[in-house]
């Protein structure tokens, strides 16, 4: 299994100055990382509150 913390690049390929264009452990890879933790935790507010929501409306007679 390949060690993931080196990249090989061909010969010839141009590098930014961020490193390689197709580098998965970045600031690619972590902007990725923060919009899912967005995503989930509103996701996960969303469908508390509306459990919450029909609890309250069944309790009412």
């Given at each position: 299994m390949a060690d993931p913390t080196t990249?090989?690049?061909p010969a010839g390929a141009?590098?930014?100055?961020a490193?390689?264009?197709t580098m998965d452990a970045?600031?690619?890879a972590n902007?990725?990382?923060y919009h899912r933790l967005v995503?989930?935790?509103?996701g996960i507010h969303l469908?508390?509150?509306f459990i919450i929501l029909?609890?309250?409306l069944g309790s009412r007679k």
């Amino acid at each position: 299994m390949a060690d993931p913390t080196t990249t090989v690049t061909p010969a010839g390929a141009a590098d930014t100055a961020a490193g390689p264009k197709t580098m998965d452990a970045g600031k690619w890879a972590n902007k990725r990382v923060y919009h899912r933790l967005v995503i989930y935790t509103a996701g996960i507010h969303l469908f508390a509150g509306f459990i919450i929501l029909l609890f309250e409306l069944g309790s009412r007679k």
